[in-house]
């Protein structure tokens, strides 16, 4: 089934843009970095050519980050004109482009797709759409990095969902991967992520600590009321494996 961006519910924030970036778009070169290093540059496959795409690249933080690790074959998209020329003028490979639109008529598949938080901004129909897309759109072995709002977060895990109009969804740890089983994807791993990168800054070991008392507590209480679940971080994120 094909869907044309146009038709998506999400109308407010189109769900094919980056809106996380800090109001000193420049600042969040360095702040998204180590961000995305910690979180995801392990899960990326070691050869510098391998293909990927970035969906949702905004400003290019993600695709900076990759080039600055070596990666010469990377792909940014993003609906908003302005991020992306941002992103250009730092010389990154970014262009102006609607998700849907690119995935149902591109030709040449992926090793890496990196989709972030798209799945929150899109209806459940148009989630099974998405990621079917995605997995076409990859090699045989290629790798989907996805992330979502963690409904299990006992303090923003509603909040998330509610805050914005057009997230119409959120995930734990079971249903990312159910979804993801779903659309055919294999050896899908699913970890949380962290917020607190920022290791010259004393103020995350203090938040690291806090953070670790209230995931036990929120394990305990789970636990208690006959819940399994073990990621408790304000956003969890996966790597689902194309099958071979």
């Given at each position: 089934?094909?869907?044309?961006d146009?038709q998506?519910?999400?109308?407010?924030e189109p769900f094919?843009s980056?809106?996380?970036a800090?109001?000193?778009?420049?600042?969040?070169y360095s702040?998204?970095y180590?961000?995305?290093?910690?979180?995801y540059?392990?899960?990326i496959p070691?050869e510098?050519?391998?293909?990927?795409l970035v969906?949702s690249c905004g400003?290019g933080?993600?695709?900076n980050t990759?080039?600055?690790n070596?990666?010469?074959?990377?792909l940014?998209i993003?609906?908003?004109?302005?991020?992306v020329?941002y992103a250009?003028?730092k010389?990154l490979?970014?262009h102006?482009?609607?998700?849907?639109?690119?995935l149902?008529?591109?030709?040449?598949?992926?090793d890496?797709?990196?989709a972030?938080?798209?799945i929150n901004h899109l209806?459940?129909?148009?989630?099974?759409i998405?990621l079917?897309?995605?997995?076409k759109n990859?090699?045989?072995?290629g790798?989907?990095?996805?992330?979502?709002?963690?409904g299990?977060?006992p303090?923003t895990g509603?909040?998330s969902r509610a805050g914005?109009?057009d997230h119409y969804?959120s995930?734990?740890?079971?249903s990312?991967?159910?979804i993801?089983?779903?659309?055919?994807?294999h050896n899908?791993?699913?970890?949380?992520l962290?917020?607190?990168v920022f290791?010259?800054?004393?103020?995350?070991?203090?938040?690291?600590?806090?953070?670790?008392i209230i995931h036990?507590?929120?394990?305990?209480?789970?636990i208690?009321?006959?819940?399994?679940a073990r990621?408790?971080s304000?956003?969890?994120?996966?790597v689902?494996?194309?099958?071979?």
């Amino acid at each position: 089934m094909s869907i044309s961006d146009d038709q998506l519910t999400a109308k407010m924030e189109p769900f094919d843009s980056f809106w996380e970036a800090p109001s000193d778009i420049e600042k969040g070169y360095s702040r998204f970095y180590q961000f995305y290093k910690h979180n995801y540059l392990s899960r990326i496959p070691s050869e510098k050519t391998s293909r990927i795409l970035v969906i949702s690249c905004g400003p290019g933080y993600f695709v900076n980050t990759l080039s600055r690790n070596g990666y010469s074959n990377v792909l940014g998209i993003d609906s908003f004109p302005e991020k992306v020329e941002y992103a250009r003028k730092k010389n990154l490979n970014c262009h102006v482009e609607r998700a849907f639109g690119f995935l149902q008529r591109n030709q040449q598949p992926f090793d890496v797709i990196f989709a972030e938080q798209e799945i929150n901004h899109l209806t459940k129909s148009e989630i099974l759409i998405f990621l079917e897309l995605c997995r076409k759109n990859l090699t045989e072995g290629g790798r989907l990095l996805i992330h979502s709002i963690n409904g299990t977060n006992p303090l923003t895990g509603s909040e998330s969902r509610a805050g914005n109009f057009d997230h119409y969804n959120s995930f734990t740890e079971y249903s990312l991967k159910q979804i993801l089983e779903f659309t055919k994807f294999h050896n899908i791993k699913i970890f949380p992520l962290n917020l607190y990168v920022f290791y010259n800054n004393p103020f995350n070991y203090v938040a690291l600590l806090i953070e670790k008392i209230i995931h036990l507590f929120s394990r305990v209480n789970f636990i208690l009321v006959g819940k399994s679940a073990r990621i408790f971080s304000k956003k969890l994120a996966a790597v689902a494996i194309k099958p071979l």
